[in-house]
């Protein structure tokens, strides 16, 4: 998982706030994921983007939650007004742009909501 | 949704054992793709496995691709320290253009002194 770079590592937000979530992903990738891990879950997916484009949002709670990946700069997961159940890890990855099947992880950003 | 059923959910073994592992699906996949996640860390790739029926290695673990496409079996003989964590196995659907991924609910490993 070298090389997609996520921050901050670690995030606390009181309810109400709002969380930014930072992903720089591998040199050369154009494709970006997220994907949330709750505790003792496995990862499940949530968007997946390409530079300017949201390609496939079906695992995005329908409110509060936002991605983006502009043309210039990271992808950005976005949650307003956070709630206790939103403390997870969120993983972002990425892959080349020819696609593949070969897709690397960043360390995670782990959110907690007090 | 697709599911992915992975068992064991857990596995103490000593020191030097093989271990074997197994994911099953309700779907065809077309890639099965191992990870291992330490505490506190993203998952990282050990085996990607692309044809139906394919065997791969990666240092002391196996992995292959059944038949079906609808499942998948990693293996790591002499067990070290190390290996320590979970395992998670990840499909992804027999769909062009979508590199999305659907993972397992993970294999912890503990190795017992």
């Known amino acids: 998982n070298a090389g997609v770079m996520q921050n901050p590592r670690h995030l606390v937000r009181r309810r109400g706030q709002e969380a930014r979530l930072r992903c720089s992903p591998m040199?050369?990738?154009?494709?970006v994921y997220w994907y949330r891990q709750l505790p003792e879950e496995g990862l499940k997916f949530m968007v997946y983007l390409q530079k300017e484009n949201i390609i496939d949002e079906s695992g995005m709670p329908k409110e509060r939650f936002s991605a983006e990946f502009p043309k210039e700069g990271p992808s950005i997961l976005r949650i307003q007004q956070v709630v206790r159940g939103d403390s997870a890890a969120y993983f972002c990855a990425s892959s080349p742009p020819e696609g593949g099947n070969t897709i690397y992880f960043g360390e995670g950003s782990w959110l907690t909501v007090v | 949704g697709q599911q992915l059923n992975q068992s064991p959910q857990s596995m103490f073994i000593q020191e030097g054992e093989d271990v074997s592992m197994n994911c099953t699906s309700s779907?065809?996949?077309?890639?099965w793709l191992w990870y291992k996640q330490d505490p506190g860390e993203g998952p990282v790739l050990l085996i990607a496995l692309y044809k139906a029926g394919e065997l791969t290695s990666n240092g002391r673990l196996t992995a292959q691709f059944g038949t079906t496409r609808k499942d998948s079996f990693l293996n790591i003989s002499a067990s070290i320290p190390s290996d320590v964590g979970i395992y998670f196995c990840a499909g992804q659907p027999y769909d062009f253009g979508n590199e999305k991924l659907t993972f397992g609910t993970g294999t912890r490993l503990t190795i017992i002194p």
């Open positions: 779907s065809i996949f077309n890639t």
């Open positions: 040199k050369g990738h154009s494709h």
